[in-house]
């Protein structure tokens, strides 16, 4: 994240699931106003339209299979903050995410 203040940036432990990355994707299709717009081997880019003013903001998932993480990186495009939407966006990922492993 260059600007903190409209980013959200975690590194997940996935040592203890099978397929974190077709996981993952899974995930992101299947949430409201959420667009996977390229698919890359290891990589995922998506976008999210916000509910009310329809902004853009930009979703990336990079799976580092020799060190079992996914980097996963929410950022608005515009503004000078986010009111917490992008921590909170990772934070619904990753519960989503961890509750399908249990």
């Known amino acids: 994240c260059k600007v903190s203040s409209h ?3 975690e590194k997940w432990d996935v040592k203890n699931i099978r397929e974190p ?3 993952i994707q899974l995930i992101i299709e ?3 106003r959420t667009n ?3 698919m890359d081997g290891d990589y995922i880019h998506a976008e999210v339209e916000s509910r009310f003013l329809k902004f853009i ?3 990336e998932v990079t799976y580092l299979e020799d060190q079992n993480k996914i980097i996963i990186r929410s950022e608005s495009r515009v503004g000078d903050g986010d009111f917490g939407v ?3 966006r990772l934070n619904l990922l ?3 995410f961890f509750d399908l492993d249990s």
């Open 57 to 59: 903001d930009d979703l």
């Open 36 to 38: 996977i717009v390229e």
């Open 7 to 9: 980013c959200a940036l």
């Open 86 to 88: 992008n921590q909170k």
């Open 21 to 23: 990355l077709s996981d």
């Open 30 to 32: 299947n949430n409201p």
């Open 94 to 96: 990753r519960n989503q």
